[in-house]
């Protein structure tokens, strides 16, 4: 073996490998020093686009919710980013087939450090109190809306896209990470319109992942709270979850809305049931400012008495039916 050959090798092996911080779909995540991480992405055109970057630093330029890109470089690899995608790909086998290790080309992504992953807190074990958990919860809602709002559809919601901080006082901030799959929900150019029951879905299995993480044996009150929360976000048949309901469940059984009053006598709607609390049906939204669609006047009910009608209850509107 030549000199220059083994002094490359010791210089090689005197490197410590780099710190798998999170895993997405198509890339991992790595350290590469204080407060500076990289995506590493196999194939270069799983990037986001230069109209995706440039929106999520427009709509959030502060990062609070949004962890887009700073800025992309393509090159090749060195052989300690091809080790750390190796690793990525046997310690988390999610995909394992949409990452290359060995591929020429690779996209070097610069984060913020927002943190670690829901994903990865779950696979190392760690624990979040109910008021960070629903704080995480708050904060992934609050950023999917900020993309609807403004006629983005995420792509890939899940829990190696949700990261979170800790900060000194225990408080938790999450944000929302991996744009390479995020589309406009409709192109104005060929009328195509994106699904977005998926990013719906995705929230769900966000929302389970954080829920794993809260001990329900050290705030029982508050997780059965936040746990009936997200039981009635998944029956999908009352409404996606409320971010007050879910403040309540942080600020404990104290600080919860008093008990509704008893149904009025005849009623067959439970006192405690959606449509008894809010007399008419909300959209599905993320979010607790939703107009209210105004309840049928008293004689219009009453017309329907006498005819026999059903009432507007009895199926599920377009209101209703939205995800968003």
């Known amino acids: 073996m030549s000199a220059s050959r083994s002094k490359t090798r010791s210089r090689e092996a005197a490197v410590p490998p780099l710190e798998l911080v999170g895993r997405g779909t198509t890339s991992c995540v790595v350290r590469t020093g204080p407060n500076r991480l990289v995506k590493i ?23 609070r919710r949004l962890a887009g890109p700073l800025s992309v470089v393509v090159r090749a690899p060195t052989e300690a980013e091809r080790e750390a995608l190796r690793r990525c790909v046997r310690e988390r086998p999610m995909h394992a087939d949409k990452i290359n290790p060995d591929a020429p080309l690779m996209a070097f992504v610069e984060l913020m450090d927002a943190g670690k992953t829901v994903g990865a807190l779950k696979e190392l074990g760690e624990r979040l109190t109910v008021a960070q958990a629903s704080a995480v919860l708050v904060d992934a809602i609050a950023a999917l809306e900020m993309l609807r709002a403004n006629g983005w559809v995420h792509g890939d919601v899940q829990p190696h896209n949700v990261a979170l901080q800790i900060s000194e006082d225990g408080a938790a901030i999450a944000r929302v990470l991996d744009f390479g799959l995020t589309r406009r929900a ?77 149904a009025p006598a005849g009623s067959s709607r439970s006192p405690g049931s959606p449509s008894a609390r809010l007399g008419a049906r909300r959209s599905m939204m993320f979010h607790d400012d939703i107009a209210e669609t105004p309840a049928a006047p008293a004689s219009a009910a009453r017309r329907r008495a006498r005819s026999g009608e059903a009432d507007d209850d009895a199926g599920p509107s377009k209101t209703a039916r939205a995800l968003f």
């Open 41 to 63: 992405v196999s194939d270069p055109s799983q990037v986001e686009s230069a109209d995706v970057s440039a929106a999520l630093l427009r709509l959030d330029p502060q990062q």
């Open 186 to 262: 409709h192109d104005p150019a060929t009328g195509a319109r994106v699904d977005i029951t998926g990013d719906h879905r995705g929230f769900g299995g966000v929302a389970s992942a954080v829920l794993s993480l809260v001990d329900r044996k050290a705030e029982p009150a508050r997780y059965r709270c936040l746990s009936d929360a997200l039981a009635t976000f998944k029956s999908g048949t009352k409404g996606l979850p409320m971010t007050s309901r879910l403040r309540e469940c942080a600020a404990g059984p104290a600080a919860a809305a008093p008990a509704p009053a008893e």
